[in-house]
């Protein structure tokens, strides 16, 4: 089978970042966002994918987080659409739940081309506290920006929310990439057909 693999380079006057992944990997993280709470949801979603990711992020800090946040979402996207080229033979579809304590994330993903991104939270809605100045906005604008780079249709439900955002980030990514890893995968049935009626997943 064809690697699928690919190196995406994002330099702007706000960030530079470069991303390496390999969807075949075995879980393998190298991961520098700046931003510490963001590293270890990346690992976590990389292990529990089983993804061999690599990222190199440098962006304007001490301005705040918004911007490096978003592009590393942008790039992750853009770097998961090139690794599966024409997306013939994938399984296209997958979902995962994950708990953590009282929190339960429920991820559900189809590779459609159509970028799609909604979290809908539970009946008991707190809002997580900011840990190193990142925020639980933080984190869905950055899933937000990687949907729509990848062509991806993703929905998130999270029941309850909890005020340590570590609690409530961490089943997140970690479903995501359970996910992820499914909606990837070779499906030999499908003898490299593109799994859609349409013959075609832009």
Do not use: C
């Not at 706000?14 to 393998?28: A, F, M």
């Not at 993804?51 to 592009?71: C, P, Q, R, S």
């Amino acid at each position: 089978m064809k690697k699928r693999t690919a190196t995406i380079k994002r330099k702007t006057k706000e960030t530079d970042i470069t991303i390496k992944l390999d969807i075949d990997g075995s879980g393998e993280a190298k991961i520098d966002t700046g931003i510490g709470i963001l590293d270890h949801m990346l690992e976590l979603f990389t292990f529990h994918g089983l993804f061999d990711i690599d990222i190199a992020a440098k962006g304007d800090l001490k301005v705040d987080i918004h911007h490096t946040n978003e592009d590393i979402g942008i790039v992750l996207g853009e770097a998961f659409k090139k690794s599966l080229g024409d997306k013939k033979g994938i399984k296209r579809f997958g979902s995962s739940q994950v708990p953590m304590e009282e929190v339960v994330a429920n991820t559900t993903v189809d590779i459609s081309g159509r970028g799609f991104f909604k979290l809908y939270y539970g009946k008991n809605v707190v809002v997580p506290k900011m840990q190193e100045g990142y925020t639980f906005i933080d984190a869905e604008h950055l899933l937000e920006s990687f949907a729509h780079h990848l062509g991806m249709n993703l929905n998130i439900k999270v029941d309850p929310l909890s005020r340590d955002l570590h609690k409530s980030l961490e089943p997140i990514f970690k479903s995501l990439g359970i996910a992820l890893d499914q909606a990837t995968q070779i499906d030999v049935r499908r003898k490299g057909v593109v799994p859609s009626t349409k013959g075609i997943i832009d």
